[in-house]
């Protein structure tokens, strides 16, 4: 079937559009140029049961003006530098900083809040998002040209995240979509079931950025090395979440895995599954790191699509990535890019029939 394009509002006077991939199968993938976003990712249960699984807005305008990142490809460095400072070759950089004194998925003025140019690949059932970011861009050095391109291929959904830069810098775009398996608005993801092939993860401080160390998985409420209920043991992880816990002081997993395999090859590293309805999917990536953040932060004020109210714990993010605060860490995958280099990140849900 084509792509279908329709008109999605406009944000500060410029057009939005959302693209609409089918496939043969029920399946469903809705995409929009803003901030080369996931709208919506309807699958089928084994019953046929028909589901939207990520969260997710109706209208841009709450894109815009919510600081989620529902879907969105964020950067141009996912996840949580200190301080927002780095060096490269002994350079130092200076970030925008905004999540406290900390930067966080590209800065103020990320990826994810901007509009994209877009290209219907009609023979792929596929759309590929274009974006420039020009050097000194949030603090950034360098031009680096991008592309992030969603496509669907029966029950598969394929993103592939690839970049060039003018000069060495940072680049560690990253997915970010919710997920729930029930239905993006059916209740808290605490029962379904998550893998996550790692044997270690990357430990944080009370402002949710990793300490250096690496630690084993085994005898922690981060052992996901064979599946088990979300919820299972999030009491017991410990992160003060910045200052952001409500009053029952769970903040949940907000966290780093070191996923196993070679990390330029694509390779599966977790499978998902809600045991009620039988939806699930086994991620492939290419990434060394995965961050699993089960939306402690979210609450009823936040008015998903259908106007439901969304709850702490409604939806989790699996944002395959190089590891957080990594330019300040020697001993753990680096994001620097260099220019003659592609980057280049891939990213295949294979849904469960």
Not at 161 to 185: D, M, Q, R
Not at 208 to 216: A, F, R
Not at 233 to 250: K, Q, T, Y
Not at 283 to 307: C, E, M, R
Request: aromatic residues 10%; hydrophobic residues 35%.
């Amino acid at each position: 079937m084509p792509v279908l394009r329709n008109a999605w509002g406009s944000i500060q006077g410029q057009p939005v559009h959302q693209y609409v991939l089918s496939s043969g199968h029920g399946a469903s993938l809705t995409v929009s140029d803003f901030g080369a976003t996931a709208i919506s990712m309807v699958m089928p249960a084994p019953s046929g049961e028909l589901a939207d699984v990520i969260l997710g807005f109706d209208q841009v305008a709450d894109y815009l003006a919510t600081p989620t990142y529902f879907g969105a490809t964020v950067g141009r460095f996912g996840n949580r530098i200190r301080r927002g400072q780095f060096k490269l070759d002994d350079h130092p950089h200076q970030v925008t900083c905004n999540e406290g004194p900390n930067s966080l998925h590209g800065g103020i003025n990320g990826y994810d809040k901007r509009i994209w140019a877009a290209e219907i690949l009609d023979d792929e059932n596929a759309v590929r998002f274009s974006l420039f970011s020009p050097d000194g861009d949030e603090g950034f050095p360098g031009e680096l040209r991008l592309t992030s391109t969603y496509s669907l291929q029966g029950r598969t959904v394929r993103i592939v995240i690839e970049a060039v830069t003018s000069k060495a810098t940072l680049c560690n775009p990253v997915h970010h979509s919710y997920f729930n398996l029930a239905g993006h608005g059916s209740g808290t993801v605490l029962d379904q079931h998550l893998q996550i092939d790692a044997d270690f993860y990357t430990p944080v401080d009370d402002e949710l950025i990793i300490s250096g160390e690496v630690l084993k998985v085994a005898d922690t409420p981060f052992d996901f090395r064979t599946a088990r209920p979300i919820g299972a043991r999030i009491a017991e992880v410990p992160n003060a979440g910045f200052g952001r816990l409500d009053g029952d002081g769970v903040g949940g997993y907000d966290h780093n895995w070191c996923l196993k395999g070679e990390p330029d090859r694509l390779r599966p590293v977790l499978t998902a599954r809600d045991p009620a309805s039988g939806r699930g999917f086994t991620l492939h990536a290419n990434q060394p790191g995965v961050h699993f953040y089960t939306g402690g932060y979210l609450g009823p004020d936040i008015f998903g699509k259908g106007s439901v109210p969304y709850c702490k714990f409604a939806g989790f993010t699996l944002e395959t990535q190089k590891f957080p605060n990594g330019p300040n860490l020697s001993h753990v995958p680096q994001a620097r890019l260099n220019p003659g280099e592609t980057y280049r990140h891939i990213m295949e849900f294979h849904f469960l029939s």
